[in-house]
């Protein structure tokens, strides 16, 4: 088992940059894939961004690439997710999701999650 705890939201100006955190304890960490998701107000929960167990392999979705950035520090247990040139549209409580499986994108998959931070983007 691993419990997982997001932080680092918070309301910013679109084109302003933020790094969330995703801290694990519990099961050894560096076992798992780990998911990024986002939902925003009345929309489903969708992917934003994933990485392998190891770092070497990361998926991301399209309305994401090239603005956000996952990676992750075994040693400290942390998953990061970098978001540049935030957008209102990127405005979402985003989740981290952690599965003994590949770094997909579908939540079902993912059988452990925190509770979510807020972002918030004002145009």
């Known amino acids: 088992q691993v419990q997982l705890v997001e932080s680092g939201g918070g309301l910013v100006q679109a084109g302003d940059s933020l790094r969330l955190s995703c801290a694990a304890s519990g099961r050894t960490f560096s076992d798992y894939a780990v998911g990024w998701f986002r939902q925003g107000p009345g929309l489903e929960r969708e992917f934003v961004a994933a990485?392998?167990?190891?770092?070497?392999?990361?998926n991301y979705a399209d309305s994401v690439k090239g603005r956000f950035t996952i990676s992750r520090d075994n040693a400290k247990n942390t998953v990061y997710l970098q978001m540049n040139s935030l957008k209102p549209e990127d405005t979402a409580v985003y989740y981290c999701?952690?599965?003994?499986?590949?770094?997909?994108?579908?939540?079902?998959?993912?059988?452990?999650w925190g509770q979510g931070t807020r972002v918030t983007v004002q145009s």
């Open positions: 999701a952690a599965s003994l499986g590949a770094p997909t994108s579908t939540p079902r998959f993912y059988p452990h």
């Open positions: 990485i392998r167990w190891s770092g070497d392999l990361r």
